[in-house]
Each structure stands twice: as structure tokens, then as C-alpha cells.
């Protein structure tokens, strides 16, 4: 995520990555094994320390945000036993 905070990561266009290819490609990059929510709130907390107030970083620190809920995984299975 150093090179979504940092000025020289514009390409030559002067565009950023969008926050969700920098979301998508922190999530393709993180160990296996890795905690999601902890390793998500450590990249809030680097979001938070930046000192910068653009859309763009604040949406970045909302997907980020969402991730801290963990595995949806045991909500979706409830939600498809079939009750009879």
C-alpha cells in the first residue's frame, strides 16, 4: 500500500490505482494463513497515520473497514439451511 500513499506511484497519466485494486491486490499479497481483519486494521491504522484527507484514501480505509468483520462464510451457510 506504500505506493498508493506516496505521490511518485502516479503513473504518467497522474492517476492512482483505484482503491479497490489496491484493496484487491493487498488481499492477493497477504501469507497464507493470514488474519484478515488484524492485518486490515494495521493498514487503517497506516491510512489514519498518512495525515491525508482525499475520497480516495477514505474509501481505501472503508474497504478496509469492511474486512475487519472477518469470514462471512458461517452467516451465508445459516442463511441457506432450508427450514421445514
Do not use: K
Not at 492517476?15 to 484487491?24: C, G
Not at 488474519?35 to 480516495?56: F, K
Amino acid at each position: 500500500m506504500e505506493f498508493y500513499l506516496s505521490a511518485a506511484a502516479a503513473d504518467m497519466a497522474g492517476r492512482l490505482p483505484s482503491p479497490e485494486d489496491v484493496f484487491f491486490a493487498w488481499m492477493l499479497n497477504l501469507p497464507a494463513g493470514a488474519d484478515l481483519p488484524r492485518a486490515a486494521r494495521a493498514e487503517i491504522a497506516r491510512i489514519d497515520g498518512a495525515g491525508r484527507d482525499c475520497s480516495r484514501l477514505l474509501h481505501l480505509r472503508g474497504l478496509f473497514q469492511q474486512a475487519t468483520a472477518g469470514s462471512l462464510q458461517p452467516a451465508m451457510r445459516r442463511q441457506r439451511r432450508i427450514r421445514h
